[in-house]
Protein backbone atom coordinates (compact mmCIF):
# COMPACT_ATOMS: atom_id res chain seq x y z
CA UNK A 1 0.00 0.00 0.00
CA UNK A 2 1.36 3.61 -1.11
CA UNK A 3 2.30 5.46 2.08
CA UNK A 4 3.68 8.02 4.09
CA UNK A 5 4.20 7.23 7.27
CA UNK A 6 5.43 9.06 10.58
CA UNK A 7 6.87 7.78 13.78
CA UNK A 8 5.91 8.46 16.98
CA UNK A 9 2.37 9.49 16.00
CA UNK A 10 2.05 11.51 20.00
CA UNK A 11 5.41 12.69 22.07
CA UNK A 12 5.49 14.43 24.72
CA UNK A 13 9.32 15.61 25.88
CA UNK A 14 10.56 18.48 28.03
CA UNK A 15 12.28 21.39 26.76
CA UNK A 16 16.01 20.98 25.71
CA UNK A 17 16.14 17.66 25.25
CA UNK A 18 16.79 16.49 21.07
CA UNK A 19 14.57 14.71 19.86
CA UNK A 20 13.83 13.12 15.60
CA UNK A 21 10.34 12.22 14.44
CA UNK A 22 10.67 9.98 11.21
CA UNK A 23 9.32 10.19 7.83
CA UNK A 24 9.42 7.46 5.14
CA UNK A 25 7.45 7.28 2.09
CA UNK A 26 7.12 3.80 -0.15
CA UNK A 27 6.24 5.74 -3.45
CA UNK A 28 9.56 6.56 -5.35
CA UNK A 29 8.85 10.14 -4.57
CA UNK A 30 11.57 12.52 -5.66
CA UNK A 31 10.14 15.26 -3.26
CA UNK A 32 9.33 15.47 0.91
CA UNK A 33 8.01 17.93 2.76
CA UNK A 34 7.22 18.57 6.74
CA UNK A 35 4.53 21.09 7.92
CA UNK A 36 3.64 22.17 11.45
CA UNK A 37 -0.32 23.06 11.74
CA UNK A 38 -1.19 25.32 14.31
CA UNK A 39 -5.08 26.56 15.19
CA UNK A 40 -5.85 29.44 13.31
CA UNK A 41 -2.46 29.50 11.70
CA UNK A 42 -3.09 26.64 9.28
CA UNK A 43 -0.16 24.74 7.90
CA UNK A 44 2.91 26.28 7.55
CA UNK A 45 6.21 24.88 5.72
CA UNK A 46 8.97 23.89 7.83
CA UNK A 47 11.29 22.31 5.37
CA UNK A 48 11.39 20.35 1.69
CA UNK A 49 13.55 18.36 -0.15
CA UNK A 50 13.74 17.96 -3.60
CA UNK A 51 15.75 14.84 -4.25
CA UNK A 52 18.45 13.07 -1.88
CA UNK A 53 21.11 15.76 -0.58
CA UNK A 54 18.85 18.71 -1.51
CA UNK A 55 17.26 20.25 1.01
CA UNK A 56 15.98 23.99 1.59
CA UNK A 57 14.19 26.08 4.19
CA UNK A 58 10.28 27.10 3.96
CA UNK A 59 8.56 29.21 6.08
CA UNK A 60 9.68 28.09 8.96
CA UNK A 61 12.26 26.76 9.57
CA UNK A 62 13.93 28.00 13.15
CA UNK A 63 14.82 25.53 15.61
CA UNK A 64 14.53 22.58 13.24
CA UNK A 65 16.68 20.17 11.07
CA UNK A 66 16.14 17.84 8.04
CA UNK A 67 18.28 15.94 6.63
CA UNK A 68 17.60 13.54 2.94
CA UNK A 69 20.00 10.38 2.45
CA UNK A 70 18.17 7.95 1.39
CA UNK A 71 14.87 8.72 -0.98
CA UNK A 72 12.51 7.03 1.07
CA UNK A 73 13.60 8.78 4.56
CA UNK A 74 13.38 12.43 5.78
CA UNK A 75 13.45 12.97 9.48
CA UNK A 76 12.90 16.07 11.52
CA UNK A 77 15.28 17.09 14.00
CA UNK A 78 14.76 19.46 17.12
CA UNK A 79 18.34 20.13 18.59
CA UNK A 80 16.64 22.08 21.53
CA UNK A 81 12.97 21.22 21.34
CA UNK A 82 11.22 24.64 23.21
CA UNK A 83 7.64 24.79 24.19
CA UNK A 84 6.67 27.00 21.55
CA UNK A 85 7.28 24.06 18.81
CA UNK A 86 4.09 22.32 20.51
CA UNK A 87 2.40 21.34 17.23
CA UNK A 88 0.98 18.62 15.08
CA UNK A 89 3.48 17.84 12.50
CA UNK A 90 2.92 16.48 8.99
CA UNK A 91 5.33 14.83 6.81
CA UNK A 92 4.21 15.36 2.72
CA UNK A 93 5.58 13.09 -0.40
CA UNK A 94 5.27 13.71 -4.01
CA UNK A 95 7.00 12.73 -7.03
CA UNK A 96 7.58 16.51 -7.85
CA UNK A 97 6.35 19.89 -7.31
CA UNK A 98 3.71 21.72 -8.72
CA UNK A 99 0.71 19.08 -10.25
CA UNK A 100 1.85 16.22 -8.45
CA UNK A 101 -0.39 15.10 -5.73
CA UNK A 102 1.56 15.56 -2.40
CA UNK A 103 0.48 12.50 0.04
CA UNK A 104 0.27 13.17 4.13
CA UNK A 105 1.03 11.03 6.61
CA UNK A 106 -0.90 10.53 10.20
CA UNK A 107 1.02 13.40 11.84
CA UNK A 108 2.73 13.94 14.95
CA UNK A 109 1.33 15.16 17.88
CA UNK A 110 4.18 17.00 20.09
CA UNK A 111 4.24 18.45 23.10
CA UNK A 112 7.55 19.88 25.16
CA UNK A 113 6.79 20.28 28.15
CA UNK B 1 5.45 37.51 3.08
CA UNK B 2 2.62 35.80 0.65
CA UNK B 3 -0.50 34.50 2.42
CA UNK B 4 -3.67 32.82 2.31
CA UNK B 5 -7.20 33.49 3.80
CA UNK B 6 -10.15 31.96 4.46
CA UNK B 7 -12.94 32.28 6.83
CA UNK B 8 -12.54 29.49 9.88
CA UNK B 9 -16.64 28.42 9.78
CA UNK B 10 -19.21 27.28 7.39
CA UNK B 11 -22.52 25.30 8.62
CA UNK B 12 -24.71 24.20 5.85
CA UNK B 13 -27.77 21.64 5.62
CA UNK B 14 -27.34 18.27 4.23
CA UNK B 15 -28.16 17.69 0.25
CA UNK B 16 -27.43 22.31 0.11
CA UNK B 17 -24.40 23.25 -1.53
CA UNK B 18 -21.37 24.36 0.60
CA UNK B 19 -19.01 27.27 -0.98
CA UNK B 20 -15.53 27.73 0.57
CA UNK B 21 -13.99 30.98 -0.13
CA UNK B 22 -10.11 31.87 -0.24
CA UNK B 23 -8.17 34.49 -1.12
CA UNK B 24 -4.39 34.62 -1.94
CA UNK B 25 -1.78 37.26 -2.62
CA UNK B 26 1.05 35.87 -4.72
CA UNK B 27 0.42 37.02 -7.98
CA UNK B 28 2.78 34.17 -9.51
CA UNK B 29 0.64 31.55 -7.97
CA UNK B 30 0.64 28.90 -10.53
CA UNK B 31 -1.24 25.79 -8.79
CA UNK B 32 -4.25 26.42 -6.37
CA UNK B 33 -5.17 23.55 -4.69
CA UNK B 34 -8.05 22.28 -2.04
CA UNK B 35 -7.49 19.44 0.61
CA UNK B 36 -9.61 17.89 3.08
CA UNK B 37 -8.51 17.07 6.53
CA UNK B 38 -10.72 14.75 8.47
CA UNK B 39 -10.26 14.81 12.03
CA UNK B 40 -7.03 12.88 13.54
CA UNK B 41 -6.26 12.30 9.84
CA UNK B 42 -3.29 14.37 7.39
CA UNK B 43 -4.59 16.28 4.52
CA UNK B 44 -5.87 14.39 1.34
CA UNK B 45 -5.42 16.12 -2.02
CA UNK B 46 -9.24 17.18 -3.16
CA UNK B 47 -8.27 18.75 -6.45
CA UNK B 48 -6.29 21.64 -8.21
CA UNK B 49 -6.44 24.10 -10.53
CA UNK B 50 -3.92 25.96 -12.66
CA UNK B 51 -3.67 29.73 -12.63
CA UNK B 52 -5.13 29.65 -16.56
CA UNK B 53 -8.01 28.25 -15.79
CA UNK B 54 -11.23 29.75 -14.56
CA UNK B 55 -13.18 26.52 -13.88
CA UNK B 56 -12.82 22.90 -12.76
CA UNK B 57 -15.30 20.32 -12.49
CA UNK B 58 -14.80 16.96 -10.50
CA UNK B 59 -18.40 15.00 -9.98
CA UNK B 60 -19.88 17.25 -7.21
CA UNK B 61 -16.85 19.76 -6.55
CA UNK B 62 -16.16 22.67 -8.59
CA UNK B 63 -13.47 25.42 -8.37
CA UNK B 64 -13.87 29.04 -9.64
CA UNK B 65 -10.51 31.09 -9.99
CA UNK B 66 -10.85 34.59 -10.34
CA UNK B 67 -7.44 35.94 -11.17
CA UNK B 68 -7.76 39.47 -11.10
CA UNK B 69 -9.17 39.38 -7.51
CA UNK B 70 -6.92 36.74 -6.52
CA UNK B 71 -10.26 34.69 -5.27
CA UNK B 72 -10.23 31.42 -5.35
CA UNK B 73 -13.93 29.12 -4.29
CA UNK B 74 -14.20 25.72 -3.60
CA UNK B 75 -18.54 24.92 -4.14
CA UNK B 76 -19.67 21.31 -3.05
CA UNK B 77 -23.31 20.01 -4.38
CA UNK B 78 -25.35 18.30 -2.21
CA UNK B 79 -23.32 18.32 0.73
CA UNK B 80 -23.53 15.49 2.79
CA UNK B 81 -22.59 14.59 6.16
CA UNK B 82 -19.21 12.82 5.00
CA UNK B 83 -18.23 16.27 3.90
CA UNK B 84 -17.68 17.71 7.40
CA UNK B 85 -14.02 18.43 7.75
CA UNK B 86 -11.33 21.00 7.56
CA UNK B 87 -10.70 22.22 4.21
CA UNK B 88 -7.71 24.26 3.42
CA UNK B 89 -6.99 26.47 0.31
CA UNK B 90 -2.71 26.33 -0.86
CA UNK B 91 -1.14 27.61 -3.22
CA UNK B 92 2.29 27.38 -5.08
CA UNK B 93 4.41 28.93 -7.87
CA UNK B 94 6.31 25.68 -8.72
CA UNK B 95 9.12 26.45 -6.86
CA UNK B 96 8.80 23.72 -4.45
CA UNK B 97 7.20 25.67 -1.85
CA UNK B 98 3.75 25.84 -0.35
CA UNK B 99 1.63 27.87 1.03
CA UNK B 100 -1.89 27.19 3.16
CA UNK B 101 -4.61 28.90 4.35
CA UNK B 102 -5.73 28.88 8.15
CA UNK B 103 -8.77 26.14 7.02
CA UNK B 104 -12.48 26.19 6.96
CA UNK B 105 -14.18 23.87 9.31
CA UNK B 106 -17.36 22.83 7.12
CA UNK B 107 -20.30 21.77 9.76
CA UNK B 108 -23.14 19.83 7.71
CA UNK B 109 -26.23 19.75 9.66
CA UNK B 110 -28.02 16.55 9.09
Known amino acids: EAQVTQNPRYLITVTGKKLTVTCSQN?????MSWYRQDPGLGLRQIYYSMNVEVTDKGDVPEGYKVSRKEKRNFPLILESPSPNQTSLYFC????????????FGPGTRLTVL | GEDVEQSLFLSVREGDSSVINCTYTDSSSTYLYWYKQEPGAGLQLLTY?????DMKQDQRLTVLLNKKDKHLSLRIADTQTGDSAIYFC??????????FGTGTRLKVLA
Open chain 2, 49 to 53: IFSNM
Open chain 2, 90 to 99: AESSGTYKYI
Open chain 1, 92 to 103: ASSLDSGADTQY
Open chain 1, 27 to 31: MNHEY
